[in-house]
């Protein structure tokens, strides 16, 4: 029987540690990989009360010590914690004795680590880029961000594959490295529509909670920060309630939070807007279950995962054209799409949702459909696997194997 | 025949103390008494990247990350090219490496990976340690050198000093066992046959596995 294709996954996140969108990313992939038949070990950073190993669905997960070392800043602590990662992966790939076929590596996070095992252990890498350092910064303009950006292209340089996740990254990622067309691939991300069949169908008292009867919820989830462009969905509030009566749920936090509570209050709308803060897992798919619309206003975006949450959710979404966004939804036909950075067209977007029910109806069935057909972690697993044995196909003719 | 790997952050042309000199002096006496001798080092292109002397194999690697905010981030991401040169010279002799010998803090985390990878094992040789080279120096920065140092103490098989001043350094600072650390002086006559017999008890056993 022919050997199972075995792959080791290196993330700086995995949960329960969740810091932003690669550690489930990581976690639905994984679970999809081992369920289609590939071996998967993935190794990541520690957590409290989180044992240093254990098995998920299948996938062997390894927990390494990433504050062992004492750092000065937070890039030398990421590459600190790779100097850990790198060894501790290196054992166990030297215990399972050659077992790993490919190594795959998610952002520049476990960079250092992942190159060098590439190396030792004569295997190829690949790396999903999921965001960049000069896309986050908007340029380059310190040392710590051009060491972070040299340290991204020496990654892409040697990864076999590059996968992002939407077709927008893709160039993005072309123009920032400079790299040829035939490495860059795209696989998108995913969402897990099951996770919303296990909420109840009677939301009543659960929305009694956030919003009068009356009221139309309008749901924004995300960081308060600048690239979200929270700020444009708060200077859209007037314009929307002019036309409707709805509610406003923010959830999240951020640095801009102060200051959004600022704008809200000088417009006297503090009884329509509720910041929510973080909230829990079953809150929040509660919430988007309940929303009449959701709304992502950002400004950078390299997937926009939150929408197709929502679309996933059945709620009608209203979303920025903007990187991955303009990717994701059709406008008119899965959601609206408005001019970035700008109130009056994203009110006019949310107005025509909430007012119009046929279009509602029509955009947030034709979502779900969508999010079933191209969002399917199960699918999104096949194409990863294809790329794996793509490379596995072309390093068997190299002088390594 | 015994095949061994110097990792050194200087090596001549490149100058930076007194190293250099000494890991190519020590080479060409390695080679002289039969051992074969690769010296992994920084290549600040005063030379080409790979040439043999007096029987030494070099190898030089550059940084991959030109934009650094320190010695430390530059050090952390040159390991990968020490790696990647020391995995090559792995490979080309048949996965038969004996020992490596790394000289100080810098390329202490490719040793580690190295020797968990290959089971090969590395002596630790100290010059200096962060302790006396920033001394009372406890800022993070300094505190990760440090820890860095203590990895290279609890990894390596053998460690080796010059000095009976500083085996008590290590032994005070870092609480080595006194037994792992060996005193090899190149002042005194003795010098090739302690380096030959620290090198022969590291890797004692490895090639017969």
Request: proline letters at 4%.
């Amino acid at each position: 029987m022919k050997k199972k294709l075995s792959v080791m996954m290196f993330t700086w996140e995995f949960p329960p540690r969740v810091i932003g969108g690669i550690s489930p990313h990581v976690f639905f992939l994984s679970k999809s990989l081992a369920k289609s038949g590939v071996k998967v070990y993935v190794v990541t950073c520690d957590f409290p009360s989180t044992p240093s190993y254990e098995v998920i669905d299948g996938v062997e997960v390894y927990r390494i010590d990433s504050y062992k070392n004492p750092a000065p800043d937070f890039a030398t602590w990421v590459y600190m914690m790779n100097l850990n990662m790198q060894k501790e992966a290196a054992a166990i790939v030297n215990k399972l004795a050659d077992k790993i076929d490919v190594f795959h590596a998610h952002d520049w996070l476990v960079a250092t680590a992942g190159i060098g095992l590439k190396h030792v252990f004569r295997k190829p890498l690949l790396v999903t880029v999921h965001s960049t350092e000069i896309g986050r910064r908007d340029g380059l303009h310190t040392n710590t961000e051009k060491m972070i950006h040299e340290t991204e292209a020496w990654l892409t340089y040697e990864a076999w594959k590059v996968i992002c996740c939407s077709d927008y990254m893709v160039s993005h990622v072309r123009w920032a490295f400079g790299l040829p067309e035939d490495k860059l691939v795209m696989i998108p991300n995913g969402v897990n529509i099951n996770m919303y069949d296990k909420i109840e169908t009677d939301l009543k008292s659960f929305r009694a909670k956030f919003a009068l009867p009356e009221e139309k919820i309008v749901l924004y989830v995300g960081r308060l920060v600048y690239e979200k462009g929270i700020h444009v969905l708060i200077n859209a509030v007037p314009k929307v309630l002019d036309k409707v009566n709805a509610k406003f749920i923010i959830v999240g936090s951020g640095y801009m939070k102060e200051q959004l509570l600022n704008i809200v209050r000088s417009m006297r709308l503090e009884h329509k807007v509720l910041f929510v803060g973080f909230v829990d897992d079953e809150t929040l798919l509660r919430l988007q279950k309940c929303a009449d619309v959701s709304v992502v206003p950002s400004l950078f975006e390299p997937f926009g995962i939150v929408a197709l949450e929502a679309m996933a959710a059945k709620s009608p979404v209203v979303v920025s054209d903007t990187g991955g966004l303009s990717e994701i939804v059709k406008l008119d036909t899965t959601g609206f799409k408005a001019y970035p950075n700008n109130p009056e067209s994203l009110a006019w977007g949310i107005t025509k949702i909430l007012l119009d029910e046929n279009y509602r109806t029509y955009i947030r069935e034709n979502a779900y459909r969508q999010v079933q057909e191209k969002y399917d972690w199960e699918k999104i697993a096949q194409q990863t696997k294809r790329i794996y044995q793509t490379v596995l196909g072309e390093y068997s003719k190299s002088f390594w194997a | 025949m015994m095949r061994v790997i110097i990792f050194s952050w200087e090596y001549p042309p490149r100058v930076v103390g007194q190293l250099s000199e000494y890991i190519n002096a020590l080479s060409v006496k390695l080679v002289k008494k039969k051992i074969e001798t690769y010296v992994v080092t920084y290549h600040d292109f005063l030379t080409g990247a790979v040439e043999e002397v007096s029987g030494v194999k070099i190898v030089r690697v550059a940084s991959p990350v030109h934009a650094n905010i320190g010695v430390l981030t530059w050090i952390l991401t040159l390991n990968q090219e020490v790696e990647r040169a020391a995995a090559n010279i792995y490979y080309q002799a048949d996965k038969q490496i004996d020992l490596i010998n790394v000289y100080d803090w810098h390329f202490i985390p490719a040793a580690i990976t190295l020797k968990n990878a290959f089971n090969v094992p590395f002596i630790y040789s100290v010059e200096s340690l962060e302790d006396q080279r920033s001394s009372n120096s406890n800022t993070p920065y300094n505190m990760s050198i440090k820890s860095i140092e203590w990895l290279g103490f609890y990894e390596a098989k053998k460690v080796s000093v010059k000095s009976e001043l500083m085996r008590n350094e290590i032994v005070r600072i870092y609480k080595v066992p006194d037994a792992k650390v060996k005193v090899v002086s190149p002042s005194t006559d003795s010098w090739i046959k302690d380096v030959l017999e620290i090198y022969t008890s590291a890797a004692g056993g490895l090639n017969n596995k």
